[in-house]
Structure formats: structure tokens, C-alpha cells
């Protein structure tokens, strides 16, 4: 397969680099005003490019239990004038993304890992949470600084001897994604606010926030089981043992909100 040296090169880097977040965490490379909302139409744009990319999934199980848990969380989060949409999509990568506006794209791969509804709730409040807390902007306003980070990262391990096939083999994970939305990384702190304001989303909307702990405990355990066939610099991101830990710091109080909201 032959693949532009140059997106292949930019793509396999947001691609890894966003693995270590909740795989997909990507942002919208493409776009940056100060205000999520105004990203909104174009951000709309480029979930309907998505959907004809990538099939729609028909999984009546699957497709419920987002309707479901969609429902519960939207009613939470305050995003005035979204036009809320959640789709699942046909693809085994564990991933899942929000986008300002109410798109909201669920893989097939990630419902293995939630097990139930309070799961995907954690899912999709830590993703929404991105979204309300502006990390889109905030990330693109970094961009530049990051695509030339990436870079330096690539041709360092190209120099270090990582095979192309292995750098492929990420890209074809993750490229879907990468290429029809333009992903960026979160960064970590970003990360760890949206765990944050995730876990109180999902237990106003009457879901146990203690089932994020377990959902991103399974995911650990999953990258782990993962890394022999990835590159060791994707199974031993940093962020894994800050994020339980930071959940487990903010579990008490998103405990007591859960309580007032249980339903
Ligand atoms: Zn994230």
C-alpha cells in the first residue's frame, strides 16, 4: 500500500500520541475559534464527511443503549443551541469522540470495554466534557507547536530504527479518524479535567460514577494486553495511573451528586 510519505508521517504521530488518551480523544485539528460553539457548523461538516466514510453501524443493541445513555447525559450538559446526534459506528478500535454541536461518535470497538450503560456514560460525559470545557480551541491554539513536536518525534524514531510497518500498522488503526476529522491530542491536563467533569456529568445524570473507574481500569487492562504488538512508547503512556488516581480523588463528591440524582 502506498501511502503519502507526508500525511503518513503527520498521521501516524496525532494517531499515537492520541492513543494514550481514551485511544480516540482527538480534537479538531482543522478549526479554532475561542468559543466551542461557534465551531459548530463546521464541526457538523465534518461528522456527516465521517458518516459517509465510515458504514453507520445497524447493531439494534449497540444503537439503544447510546440512545438511551444519550438522552440521560444531554439532559446534563449545557450546551445551548447543539443539535445532538449520536452514531455508532462500524469499527473494532476502541474509540469514541464529541464534537462541539452534539456530534457524538461511538465505535463498535469501545462497547466491550463499557460492559453497561453507566460505562458508555463515562465514555461519552469524559468526551462532552472536552467539548464544554473549550479543549478544542485550546488545543488548536497549541497546534502548530504540536505538529512540529510530532515530527521530531517520527524522525527520531524512524532514526531509531521503528520500521515503517509498525508505524503503518498504528496509522491503520486510528487513520479514519485521524484523516476525516484532523485529530490533535488532548493534552494530559486536558485529560484529566474532562475525567474530572466526566465523572459529574455521569452521575447527575443518575449513572454510578464509580463505574468510570471500572471502565477505565478495563481500558488499562486492554492497552496493556495490546502492547506486545504495539511500539512500547503507545503501551506505557503516562497518563493511566494519574487518571485512576485522579478519579479516585474526585470519586466522593461526584458520589454525593450521584446520590441527589440516582434514579
Ligand atoms: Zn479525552
Redesign the pocket.
Given at each position: 500500500m502506498k501511502i503519502n510519505k507526508k500525511i503518513s508521517t503527520f498521521y501516524s504521530l496525532s494517531t499515537l500520541i492520541t492513543l494514550g488518551?481514551?485511544t480516540s480523544?482527538a480534537s479538531l485539528e482543522k478549526i479554532y475559534t475561542p468559543s466551542s460553539n461557534s465551531l459548530a457548523p463546521q464541526a457538523a461538516k465534518q461528522f456527516q464527511e465521517y458518516k459517509k466514510k465510515i458504514k453507520v453501524s445497524r447493531n439494534s443493541k449497540y444503537n439503544a443503549q447510546l440512545r438511551r445513555v444519550g438522552n440521560r447525559i444531554k439532559s446534563v450538559v449545557n450546551m445551548p443551541g447543539a443539535q445532538w446526534e449520536f452514531v455508532v459506528f462500524e469499527d473494532s478500535s476502541p474509540n469514541a469522540f464529541a464534537m462541539p454541536g452534539g456530534k457524538i461518535g461511538v465505535h463498535t470497538g469501545i462497547f466491550s470495554l463499557t460492559k453497561n450503560d453507566a460505562g458508555l456514560a463515562a465514555v461519552i460525559g469524559?468526551?462532552l466534557a472536552?467539548v464544554t470545557n473549550n479543549h478544542v480551541g485550546k488545543q488548536r491554539a497549541r497546534g502548530i507547536s504540536l505538529i512540529g513536536a510530532g515530527l521530531i518525534t517520527d524522525i527520531a524514531l524512524a532514526r531509531s530504527g521503528k520500521s515503517n510497518s509498525t508505524r503503518r500498522a498504528v496509522q491503520g488503526a486510528y487513520q479514519p479518524l485521524a484523516s476525516i476529522l484532523g485529530v490533535l491530542p488532548?493534552s494530559r491536563n486536558?485529560?484529566l479535567e474532562?475525567d474530572t467533569v466526566g465523572l459529574q456529568y455521569m452521575a447527575k445524570a443518575g449513572y454510578n460514577p464509580k463505574e468510570a473507574l471500572n471502565f477505565w481500569k478495563r481500558f488499562q487492562a486492554y492497552k496493556q494486553k495490546k502492547g506486545s504488538n504495539q511500539p512500547e512508547w503507545l503501551s506505557t503512556h503516562p497518563i493511566d495511573s494519574t487518571r485512576i488516581a485522579n478519579i479516585e480523588a474526585h470519586l466522593d463528591a461526584a458520589m454525593a451528586l450521584y446520590r441527589q440524582n440516582r434514579r
Open positions: 488518551a481514551l480523544c469524559h468526551e472536552h488532548y486536558h485529560e474532562s
